[in-house]
């Protein structure tokens, strides 16, 4: 995970974002894995074909969030998208929760 370099063992058909928290990182969220606020977005930079296929909530809210942010890329919901393979994602935000570097 950029750009902390995070590497997490993530569970077969685990959310990115429920193994970061599980490994003991704060990730940003507010609807705290509804798929509705946008705020946990990534960036797929790697392994884009080890993930779940987005549902139609997470489709909305991405169509949203590209569109608020005028570009287009790899955006997944760390929320949403569910692992099965080595995947690498860029995301700002992320920190240990007590400060400790992983």
Known sequence: MDPVGAVLTIAEGETIMDAAVRSGYRWPTLCHGDGTCSICWVEVTTGEEHLSHPGSRE?????????????AGRIRLACQARVSGDVTVRKNGVRPLQGDAR
Request: glycine letters at 8%.
């Open 59 to 71: 489709i909305e809210t991405v169509e949203m969030l590209l569109a608020r942010r005028g570009s």
